[in-house]
């Protein structure tokens, strides 16, 4: 796409690039977080919880787009595999920050640093 002499779809592959580049450095940081942390303490103590909470995290967040791609006309068997796609992605995240123990971090659970 070129608007009055100025190539688009340059920038756009560049942000495309940039933007699945800052998602996987995300996840290989926190995989490697996990790795070396591997607090299991809230998954052990509450696995009811833990359960819902990635049911909540598969489904919540992919709700709003799958809706929204589905009334723009696209086939319903390509949206629900974005759907799945995105819930698995933000249900891996979610294990992963539990085991890496940024959750505790961040919300200050029982975080041994004194705050």
């Known amino acids: 796409m070129v608007i009055e002499g100025f190539d688009v779809s340059r920038y756009f592959h560049i942000f495309n690039t940039l933007t699945i580049v800052v998602i996987l450095a995300g996840l290989v940081y926190v995989a490697v977080l996990a790795a070396f942390v591997r607090d ?4 052990t103590a509450h696995p009811f919880a833990f359960i819902m ?3 909540a995290m598969f489904a919540l967040p992919g709700l709003p787009i799958l809706l929204f791609i589905i009334t723009q006309g696209v ?3 390509i949206a629900f595999k974005w759907f799945y796609a995105l819930g698995i992605k933000f249900v ?3 294990v992963l920050l539990h085991v890496s123990g ?3 971090v961040w919300f200050e ?3 041994g ?3």
Not at 40 to 43: D, G, K, M, Q, R
């Open 109 to 111: 659970l029982d975080s």
């Open 53 to 55: 909470e990635c049911i």
């Open 102 to 104: 940024l959750y505790k």
């Open 75 to 77: 086939k319903s068997s």
């Open 113 to 115: 640093l004194g705050i």
């Open 40 to 43: 299991f303490t809230f998954i």
């Open 92 to 94: 891996i995240f979610h």
